[in-house]
């Protein structure tokens, strides 16, 4: 067995990196039981797009994939017997991001098996963990892909639509599959206040209108636009920032989508945003401004941008905001953005 579990709010709070909540906890693992404390409150029954799964007794070997499922298995005390290897804004390329791997170290765990997903799920690799759940609440598994995890073992998909499932969803279903749903309410609710916190420190985000985009370095003919139920959008509504009337417009023509493509003749679509939030690096406000389309953008000329590094691992902290990532991350970003914020004309 490599479960290991602690109380929740030390999960939650884990390091003095996380800045904004601390307490304290035994970080010595539990011997022995499943993820539900021995059992109790199973078989349980968790809804998602492509129907329901059952899972008849406690997890003992729990595994993730896609984005961000781990974090909250961490979170509630479990550590999996396997979950993806990270590439996006991993710093250090050891595929484990840094407050998953202060996770593992906090609860005295093992370090998981590391699923290549490159190019799609790697199902031998997740057979070959041999785990009894295997959570993807925040995915875009295909049914076929479902089908196949579902023979490996009892699989949780997203709710509604691919992609677009925010931090408390994930949360939420998620814990219902490991037998912790009260576990993973208290969650919600401990997260939600580090989120309160960072919107009191920066006020000025309150009412600033957005819009959250990603440019192709090589190749600006169009803007790739993230929509309202895109959870790194979401993640801004919780700090009081709006969609700005261009994106809340684009949201309703592409309905459960997670981006729209704007070309860049239609940049003025998203002119009426306050700020842009952008991927890129040190020298991505300057290609912005020099752009004769995108350099029109009053936010842009305004220097009202908050770029994020795509290399930095705040990157993947906000693209997929998760109830480690949040407090680990909150206070850098919330700065950033109240930077750009400061620069609204």
Request: hydrophobic share 45%; proline share 6%.
């Amino acid at each position: 067995m490599r479960i290991a579990r602690k109380p929740l709010l030390t999960a939650l709070t884990l390091s003095g990196a996380l800045l904004l909540t601390a307490c304290s906890g035994s970080a010595t693992p539990e011997a022995s039981g499943g993820a539900s404390g021995g059992g109790s409150g199973f078989p349980v029954t968790v809804e998602h797009a492509y129907g329901s799964t059952e899972i008849d007794a406690a997890p003992e070997r729990v595994a993730a994939v896609a984005w961000g499922n781990q974090d909250v298995a961490l979170a509630l005390g479990v550590v999996p017997v396997g979950m993806p290897f990270v590439t996006f804004a991993d710093d250090n390329g050891d595929g484990i991001l840094p407050w998953v791997q202060d996770a593992i170290d906090e609860l005295g765990g093992e370090t998981p098996e590391l699923f290549d997903e490159a190019d799609g799920y790697n199902f031998e690799q997740v057979a070959d963990a041999a785990p009894d759940v295997i959570l993807g609440a925040n995915s875009g598994m295909t049914e076929e892909d479902y089908g196949t995890l579902s023979e490996i073992a009892p699989t949780v998909a997203f709710p509604d639509d691919p992609w677009l499932v925010n931090w408390r969803e994930s949360v939420t279903l998620n814990g219902q599959a490991l037998g912790l749903a009260d576990e993973a309410e208290t969650l919600v609710a401990e997260t939600e206040g580090v989120i309160a916190d960072a919107a009191a420190a920066h006020p000025e985000l309150e009412g600033t209108t957005f819009a959250y985009v990603w440019v192709d370095p090589s190749d600006d003919s169009s803007v790739y636009v993230y929509l309202p139920e895109d959870a790194r959008v979401s993640f801004l509504h919780d700090l009081g920032m709006e969609d700005s009337e261009g994106v809340t417009q684009l949201g309703e023509e592409n309905a459960g989508q997670f981006f729209a493509t704007v070309s860049a003749e239609n940049i003025d679509l998203i002119a009426d945003s306050d700020i842009i939030v952008n991927y890129g690096d040190a020298g991505s406000l300057a290609a912005l401004q020099a752009n004769p389309l995108l350099g029109s953008l009053p936010a842009v000329q305004n220097g009202a941008v908050a770029i994020i590094d795509q290399l930095n691992p705040l990157a993947a902290a906000t693209t997929t905001p998760t109830v480690l990532s949040i407090p680990w991350g909150i206070e850098e970003y919330t700065q950033l953005l109240a930077d750009a914020a400061a620069k609204v004309q």
